[in-house]
């Protein structure tokens, strides 16, 4: 099953919407078929390996990272796959939490005369589809909010400059981070203020990513601007780079957009979007996962209302002052008791910096 879940990341990089997903066939003790899901639309996991075990499945035993699919879509149905292939065994790391599957595979494949093993290894499992997880059962996207800051916490000195922050190799990283996302949402102001594309930028990948996601399979994560003030032009930067952007506005402009921007209407609420509703929009669409890369006040207002799922902070050792931009702008608090309190999931050193990830306590 570790070998299966290896696999499955594999994916990563391409198969959003759909989840990653690896597979391998073992008979006589021996590998005789391995595969994963590469991206939407094409073979699953499951028809990969049984591709390459080929005539010799009768009787084998199969590991699967993800319930097999019971339907027919943009594929054929995996699970009428491994029932006609005379599979004796598969052992399984977690039910597909879609409506449509969710359990009823595994008892198909049961009245089928196959052997069933469930939940080995399956947090492991969930873990490389929390966005896929989250959407499925909540109807929203994993949200992971990345900010890069000084040792005492500002992102920008008093004067607005903040580039760079971070080192070199750590926005390599952030690359691999846009990379691995659905969706990077962001403010027109912080948009037209770094004059940003946000696209994934394939020459900054590190080598050990490139060598598994070549760039003819590049997917660019689907941008969206939150706009509520309409500075956004046809004309500016973020546009003219062709990639799917949605424009979230209080009402429709009459600009000519290219047709791949679209403008999505949410309703104001004091002067702001109403984000719950918004993520629940994007969740609709088929986004898993959504990296926000924005300033303090978009920032601050995410964590004020506990919408963040995960906080990735770059930490780099320099010191930007007491009068420059803080990290977020979060409301005042009397008690430490009620202050957002999070907890270390990873800390991991990059070149000079510290990359953090922390989830909130909830």
Not at 77 to 91: D, E, W
Not at 105 to 134: C, R, V
Not at 182 to 208: F, R
Request: aromatic share 8%; glycine share 6%.
């Amino acid at each position: 099953m570790l070998r299966a879940i290896k696999l499955a990341k594999l994916g990563i990089f391409t198969t959003t919407p759909n989840p990653n997903v690896g597979c391998i066939i073992v008979k006589n003790k021996k590998i005789i078929g391995q595969g994963y899901h590469f991206r939407t639309g094409e073979s699953h996991a499951e028809i990969n390996a049984l591709r390459m075990a080929g005539k010799n499945t009768k009787g084998s035993t199969v590991y699967l990272t993800l319930e097999p699919c019971n339907y027919s879509n943009l594929t054929p149905s995996c699970c009428h796959a491994l029932i006609n292939a005379q599979i004796k065994r598969i052992v399984v790391a977690t039910k597909d939490p879609n409506p449509k599957i969710n359990g009823k595979s595994l008892k198909l494949l049961q009245l089928k005369g196959i052997l069933i093993t469930k939940n080995i290894l399956s947090q492991e499992a969930k873990s490389i589809n929390k966005g896929f997880f989250n959407r499925m059962n909540k109807g929203i996207p994993w949200i992971q909010l990345k900010l890069a800051s000084s040792l005492d916490g500002k992102i920008a000195l008093f004067n607005g400059n903040s580039k760079w922050i971070s080192s070199k190799i750590a926005r390599k990283d952030v690359q691999e981070l846009r990379a691995k996302n659905s969706a990077i949402l962001s403010t027109s102001k912080t948009v037209l203020q770094d004059n940003s594309t946000l696209l994934v930028k394939w020459s900054k990948l590190n080598y050990h990513i490139k060598k598994i996601y070549p760039k003819k399979f590049l997917r660019q994560p689907i941008r969206i601007i939150l706009d509520r003030l309409n500075k956004i032009k046809p004309n500016d930067n973020i546009i003219i780079n062709p990639g799917k952007i949605f424009l979230i506005k209080s009402k429709y402009t009459l600009e000519k957009w290219p047709n791949y921007v679209k403008q999505i209407i949410i309703p104001k609420i004091n002067g702001y979007f109403n984000l719950k509703n918004l993520f629940k929009i994007l969740g609709k669409k088929g986004i898993n996962n959504i990296l926000i890369e924005a300033g303090s006040i978009l920032s601050g207002f995410l964590i004020n209302y506990n919408l963040i799922d995960e906080l990735i902070l770059y930490l780099t050792p320099k010191l930007f002052g007491n009068i420059a931009l803080n990290l977020c702008n979060i409301k005042k608090y009397v008690n430490i008791i009620d202050v957002p309190n999070f907890y270390f999931t990873k800390i991991k050193r990059i070149g000079p910096d510290l990359k953090l990830i922390l989830r909130p306590v909830k």
